[in-house]
């Protein structure tokens, strides 16, 4: 069976780099599929991800300007260690995703990650929607959208209703977006969740390696405590720092922040084992929460009421609802942040929740499997 999957691979984003590895990593264990990266992305998001390159912000922001452009750089080099498909197409349109994968596939699997955003960069429709005969069978794995699928026009639901109904099946990853697509969908499709790939991959992680980069990026005194800190926004860097400046060497991966330790030229995977040879990690981002659960590393999670639905509902499932600190509500009063970080001083066994994921995905190639034999793939 051969299968496509189209995702953010491209993406500047360390989790979106990695859930694309690990899901098809995982499918090609086994022995029945052959799967790959489908090499296509938009140019919207190129146009997004492009770094500011004026002279006022080349010289109002230079440190940040160069730990960008190393930044971006690392990942255009890691795209090597994909299994990406050998042909690459960079369109806004359908069309040209279906002269790519006509003829190719089995299956194409959409995701993981938000790839039904709509508000996003991408805007909506696109073709991370599969509109059309695509010369295969459609599925869905652990997508998101983080979208308001319910405020959308008539016409634009319609479309998502007829979109995925040529769809096998979908699945999502977290419960806002099996209830949007529910409300749109109706009853015509079962919409199931499935978890991020994160939490079923066997990715190579080395505690002595990441040391090991810390010392080639500076840090040569690894007797001090590390946190890794990842979080764009700036206040909460600063309240981090104000408050844990003078136990830990607090290092920057992702985002530039002044006064810290930054470190721009990190692979995924050795962004990887910088995580899991840390002593803490404070993060707002879904994907270094997800590989903090399963590693057991220390941590808390920043998220808004805007931005909160996927990391709140991982973290309940796993069990660490008490690490989520509500950016709005709790950051900014006295006190708070170190209460947090004192009442989950302890590491929580992660094995039985990765377990119970790795059974989740084996349930969906169950579902694969079948679905293909009655389409006699």
């Known amino acids: 069976m051969k299968i496509g999957i189209l995702t953010y691979h491209r993406a500047k984003n360390y989790g979106a780099y990695l859930q694309a590895y690990g899901l098809c990593s995982r499918l090609n264990e086994e022995k029945d599929i052959t799967a790959e990266i489908i090499d296509f992305h938009m140019k919207k998001e190129v146009s997004a991800y492009k770094i500011d390159t004026s002279v006022k912000f080349r010289i109002r922001h230079f440190e940040k300007y160069f730990f960008l452009k190393k930044l971006h750089k690392i990942f255009e080099n890691s795209l090597k260690y994909l299994p990406l498909s050998q042909e690459y197409c960079c369109s806004d349109d359908v069309e040209d995703l279906r002269k790519l994968v006509q003829g190719k596939y089995d299956v194409i699997i959409v995701g993981s990650d938000e790839v039904w955003k709509t508000d996003g960069i991408r805007s909506f429709p696109n073709p991370y929607w599969l509109e059309g005969d695509m010369g295969c069978d459609k599925m869905s794995y652990a997508a998101s959208s983080r979208s308001d699928l319910t405020s959308m026009s008539p016409d634009q639901r319609n479309k998502i209703r007829r979109y995925l109904n040529d769809f096998s099946c979908i699945s999502v990853r977290d419960q806002m977006t099996q209830k949007q697509l529910a409300e749109v969908m109706g009853s015509e499709k079962e919409i199931f969740i499935h978890p991020d790939p994160s939490f079923f991959c066997h990715y190579s992680v080395d505690k002595e390696k990441g040391r090991q980069l810390l010392k080639e990026k ?74 903090a659960i399963v590693y057991n590393i220390q941590f808390l999670a920043f998220g808004t009421k805007i931005k909160s639905s996927k990391l709140l509902d991982v973290l309940s499932a796993s069990g660490n609802d008490d690490r989520f600190v509500m950016v709005e509500d709790e950051l900014f009063r006295d006190g708070v942040l170190r209460e947090k970080f004192d009442a989950v001083e302890r590491v929580r066994d992660s094995q039985e929740f990765c377990q119970y994921c790795q059974g989740k995905f084996e349930e969906f190639l169950r579902g694969l499997y079948e679905n293909c034999k009655k389409r006699k793939i």
């Open 218 to 291: 500076g840090i040569f005194d690894l007797r001090k405590k590390i946190a890794v800190v990842m979080t764009e926004n700036d206040e909460v860097a600063e309240v981090i720092r104000k408050e844990f400046a003078d136990e830990y060497l607090l290092v920057s991966v992702f985002h530039w922040h002044k006064t810290y330790i930054n470190i721009p030229e990190l692979s995924p995977f050795d962004w990887l084992n910088v995580l899991v040879c840390s002593d803490f990690l404070f993060t707002s981002y879904f994907h270094a929460t997800c590989f």
